[in-house]
DNA sequence: CGAAATTTTGATCACGTTCAACTTCAGTGG
DNA sequence: CCACTGAAGTTGAACGTGATCAAAATTTCG
């Protein structure tokens, strides 16, 4: 395939999506033309929609542009754990799509936009250039390594912890693609969201708020945060940052190996 | 490259990996001998020994023959977080060698026999072979839901439902690779790691194990797991078995996608 | 402006941790 | 073969944390 210049449309440097890629593979334009080929619709949604459900089958790729979205279970005692907030870079169907039937559902938790596209297509991608399919693989080690961290909160953590270092968290991956100050970003999601993420009761997790406020360390007001005294956040969180590595290339990859 | 014909050695039928990845993509003959091709080495190792270590570059895939081991991250407070019990069949590296350094530490619990492999060699056959990349990304995603539902295992559920919920996704993780009977499995581990595996204290893991014992759904010795009354701990446990899709192959990815 | 959702505060209590002691078992050397 | 050792498993008592329930205060939105 010829790498033709092409016009980037005015959306592109804004794209969440790209931008999260391009933090561990190079993409020339090509590449590009050939992602937004996939794109089968620009969905729309409104906060408190259903995207994926539970035990019904998934096979969409949905890269969101603009909003939040979580991805959780409910269980039968009525509790519900959220296993991961979605934001704007991300993709839903990670890793839904991969099982036969979805083990989680995901709801918008803001009104959003999502370019769409089947999961088949981007497979077929996938065969024509592998750096995508390894791209695939990337960003679900990404996945499961901050949901293995979440793990780490929840299990070991105490309460005032586990919301440090979920705060730190989001700043960095909402900064990563553009959406976040160096010390302050919006997150607009009820306190009852951030429960359900931190597995936490809703009255604790408004305490432990109040006390980060009350300790100098963060200042909240309408779903803004910011962060006060950082250093004291990331040692109070043992916070420390996790960098993906960049998928090493073609010619780097098969120099010692024989065809 | 031509599909030539190749005897299989005698390890072929027992490989834990290449069981594992059957279960979602096909294998013809070159896909096995180009596998095994990339084994730079064939580890084995003692019961403690350090595999990975948080906060150093790690770049192996290790293709677990036999044996367990655990991921997991240390805190300041000398307390033990395991995010993920590895068991034959498993890749230790997924996702830390994903990463500028890893982000957790994996450590052996028993002897183990491992394929080692440089990552970056893997990712060249990814290049030549897309099959490969796709089932790496497959890998991953299996990985991150396992994680998932340990969150909502110690997120949301009581201490008795996720010790129930352990047991039984390690038995179908186990028997997927044809190392557990229908009902049972040896799991040679302590309590101790168990405790840590689901947040839990040891002296009430203990007693939780000592309750599903007293209420006649499972017996213990040893080490060894028997289920006695599956259906009352699927139950319990709301279980439900998460099947990974079939990678879609080639020509079904490319039927209606353009060149 | 009224209704609903969300945030905040308070009081009580159950659950699971902590700490400690004791038992059981496997391995080792006298 | 048994005494000794250390690791692992088991049991008990006391405490503290975070859930639960309830209600008030505040904000958002129809």
Redesign the pocket.
């Known amino acids: 395939l010829p790498a033709t210049p092409i016009r980037l449309t005015r959306r592109d440097g804004d794209n969440a999506f790209i931008n999260r890629l391009r933090t561990f593979v190079d993409l020339d334009a090509a590449d590009r033309v050939a992602l937004r080929s996939l794109v089968e619709e620009e969905l729309a949604v409104t906060r408190r929609r259903d995207l994926v459900v539970d035990g019904y089958e998934y096979r969409k790729l949905g890269f969101v542009r603009d909003g939040f979205a979580a991805r959780y279970k409910l269980l039968r005692n009525g509790?519900r754990q959220i296993v991961g907030l979605i934001m704007p870079g991300d993709v839903i169907g990670i890793p839904g799509s991969f099982f036969d039937v979805a083990s989680f559902s995901v709801v918008a938790l803001t009104d959003m936009n999502i370019d769409l596209c089947p999961l088949e297509q981007f497979v077929g991608l996938c065969y024509r250039r592998p750096k995508f399919a390894l791209a695939l693989g990337w960003l679900a080690a990404d996945e499961a390594t901050q949901c293995a961290e979440r793990l780490v909160d929840i299990g070991r953590r105490?309460?005032i912890e586990r919301l440090s270092h979920f705060l730190l968290e989001t700043q960095a991956r909402l900064a990563a693609v553009g959406r976040a100050g160096e010390r302050s970003f919006d997150l607009p999601v009820?306190?009852?969201v951030l429960s359900d993420a931190l597995?936490?009761?809703?009255?604790?997790l408004?305490?432990m708020?109040?006390k980060l406020r009350k300790d100098g360390l963060i200042s909240?007001a309408?779903?803004h945060f910011e962060f006060l005294d950082v250093r004291a956040l990331q040692l109070l969180a043992h916070y420390r940052t996790a960098r993906l590595a960049r998928i090493p290339s073609p010619v780097a990859a098969n120099r010692r190996a024989g065809s």
Chains 1, 2 share one sequence.
């Open positions: 509790k105490t309460p009820s306190q009852e597995g936490l009761s809703v009255p604790h408004n305490r708020l109040s909240v309408s779903r």
